[in-house]
């Protein structure tokens, strides 16, 4: 899943056949995007509300709205987390699939979040650019642990553009390993936090 907020694009790659199987042009300035289970979910600037669609039917359902930038977007198929880069807050919008009418709040305080992923332990890892740092939250117990700092990241857009600009993006791969973009310096950088990590994962 990609999406570009210069073209309102939203696609869907096969990595195998490296082909574009889905193409959608009708979200507005959509900054990020992540797959949940046949559906996509869509953070939109303009609305300022976080979507689902059914891929299928085309169906549009509102998850969240009034979130004022839309950025971070985390899900395990089951639970779905949206990070708001100005106010620096947290949301659960889904639990097992089922919408959460009014979104849960998680946590507060994060200065100007942009990319997350969750890892196997449900736990979320959180681009704090505003802080050059990458954080670890469990929903479950919302603290703050920091797991790097002094990223290159917090790349600024300009006026009239979307103001986290560049969205800094991570993954976690099924061993805990952590990889992220750099906006600053257009570099990748892979992190391994936990020191437990099974034999076949090195």
């Not at 987390?81 to 919408?99: N, Y």
């Not at 946590?107 to 992923?117: D, K, R, T, W």
């Amino acid at each position: 899943m990609i999406s570009s907020w210069f073209s309102n694009t939203v696609q869907i790659l096969n990595p195998e056949t490296k082909t574009i199987t889905d193409s959608y042009q009708d979200f507005l300035v959509p900054l990020n995007t992540v797959a949940f289970n046949k559906d996509i979910i869509v953070a939109e600037l303009v609305g300022h509300h976080v979507v689902r669609r059914n891929i299928e039917s085309g169906s549009t359902e509102v998850l969240m709205s009034g979130i004022a930038v839309p950025t971070g977007l985390a899900t395990n198929n089951k639970e779905l987390f949206a990070a708001d880069w100005l106010t620096g807050s947290i949301f659960q919008l889904l639990t097992e699939g089922i919408s959460l009418h009014p979104p849960l709040p998680i946590i507060s305080g994060l200065y100007q979040p942009e990319g997350m992923a969750m890892d196997n332990q449900g736990r979320l890892q959180v681009v704090e650019t505003g802080k050059k740092h990458l954080v670890r939250i469990d929903p479950t117990n919302p603290v703050i642990e920091v797991l790097a700092d002094n990223l290159s990241v917090g790349l600024q857009g300009i006026s009239g553009y979307p103001p986290n600009w560049l969205l800094s993006s991570i993954v976690v791969d099924e061993c805990g390993r952590i990889t992220l973009t750099q906006d600053l310096d257009n570099s990748l950088l892979r992190i391994t936090p936990d020191a437990d990590i099974p034999g076949q994962c090195n």
